[in-house]
């Protein structure tokens, strides 16, 4: 079992930055990609939630969604077991909660952008992006 806790979530004005970070624990000794997803209020619970992107276990690879490349960026530190999100010149649609997930099926083997399911999943850290 790996448990995945996000924070970093807030307000923030439109054009400016957050970084999420999301700390695993539990069996992290074996490799496991990582991906950032995203859900906006109003959606139903337990539905569907958009990819942002994903890293490898070595953090060499990522890959994003067409939407945010170029502005956010995921990394990785695996001394401390943590990835972040760092998300700059945010906009006001991109109000959502915002999950982290593992992949441990995969190991080293992790191809990015394939879409994998994932094993692993965070609570969630609300996002709000103000006009």
């Known amino acids: 079992q790996v448990r995945l806790v996000e924070s970093g979530g807030g307000l923030v004005q439109a054009g400016g930055s957050l970084r999420l970070s999301c700390a695993a624990s539990g069996r992290t000794g074996s490799p496991y990609a990582m991906g950032w997803f995203r859900q906006a209020p109003g959606k139903e619970p337990g539905g569907t939630r958009e990819?942002?992107?994903?890293?490898?276990?070595?953090?060499?690879?990522?890959w994003y969604e067409d939407s945010v490349k170029g502005r956010f960026t995921i990394s990785r530190d695996n001394i401390k077991d943590t990835v972040y999100l760092q998300m700059n010149i945010l906009e006001p649609e991109e109000t959502a909660f915002y999950y982290c997930a593992a992949n441990a099926d995969y190991g080293g083997h992790y191809q990015v952008g394939k879409f994998y399911e994932y094993n692993y999943w965070g609570q969630g850290t609300q996002v709000t992006v103000s006009s």
């Open positions: 990819f942002v992107g994903d890293i490898n276990w070595s953090g060499s690879e990522s």
